[in-house]
């Protein structure tokens, strides 16, 4: 059943919160983070909680002083700034500019999402899965824009699938200046990002059923290695 609330105040939490969240589907105005470092937590996981807004909304926690989510399924979020994601779903994801900038985020898949430029920018991503986003630019000034943009790290990431407009992969951004400020290890893109750091190839990560969403892997999955502390992306198996 809905969540009777239409907002969350932080009128009356103090720095450093924690804010206890059964599983269910709350659907919200607005969610004020303010600067107090709260952390959400979900009892269930990102397929049980979720967190819908009514009209769009940015996250936007503070610098400093980040607010953090684990265990919730986003939806009809504007975009997010000084969060972090921890076991989380993105999706549908509409920014004119920039989505997810300074956010560090751990096990989440964020696909379906819309964006002119990058989608990430100044972020860290570790074990996640990127795919089936676009990069809905047309101005020849951002060409060599992709889904990963300035200044982001990752580990152990799945990014494919994100296209743009004229049907190419726009994984990551290729331009010189980009490149010398991002990293990637152990990540599975199109193409492999072989400059970009060590233990990174090119391949097709075989979901479960992209197209709806379910980016689990499949058995046999290229992302799958014999040690599964080596394995890549947010869900791990089928």
Same mark, same amino acid.
């Given at each position: 059943a809905a969540s009777p609330y239409n907002n969350l105040r932080d009128d009356y939490l103090k720095f450093g919160d924690k804010i206890i969240i059964a599983p269910g589907r709350y659907e919200l105005d607005y969610m004020n983070l303010g600067s107090k470092e709260l952390q959400f937590v979900s009892t269930g996981t990102m397929d049980d909680t979720t967190i819908a807004f009514t009209s769009g909304y940015s996250l936007?926690?503070?610098?400093?002083?980040?607010a953090s989510f684990t265990g919730f399924t #986003?939806?009809? *979020?504007?975009?997010?700034?000084? *969060?972090? #994601?921890?076991?989380?779903? &993105?999706?549908g994801i509409q920014d004119r500019d920039y989505g997810i900038q300074d956010c560090d985020l751990t096990g989440c898949y964020v696909w379906g999402c819309s964006v002119s430029r990058n989608l990430f920018t100044d972020c860290t991503l570790a074990d996640c899965t990127v795919a089936g986003n676009e990069i809905t630019?047309?101005?020849?000034?951002?060409?060599? &824009?992709?889904a990963i943009g300035a200044r982001c790290h990752m580990v152990n990431t799945i990014v494919v699938n994100n296209l743009a407009d004229d049907g190419s992969e726009a994984n990551f951004n290729t331009d010189?200046?980009?490149a010398r400020e991002m990293s990637a290890t152990n990540c599975c893109t199109i193409p492999a990002m072989t400059s970009y750091g060590t233990g990174n190839f090119e391949a097709h990560p075989s979901f479960v059923y992209a197209t709806m969403g379910d980016l689990r892997l499949r058995a046999g999955s290229a992302c799958l290695a014999d040690n599964p502390a080596n394995n890549t992306g947010a869900y791990k198996g089928p």
């Open positions: 936007s926690g503070n610098y400093g002083a980040r #986003f939806e009809n *979020v504007q975009g997010a700034s000084y *969060v972090n #994601f921890t076991n989380c779903s &993105l999706s630019t047309t101005e020849d000034e951002y060409d060599n &824009l992709g010189e200046w980009s």
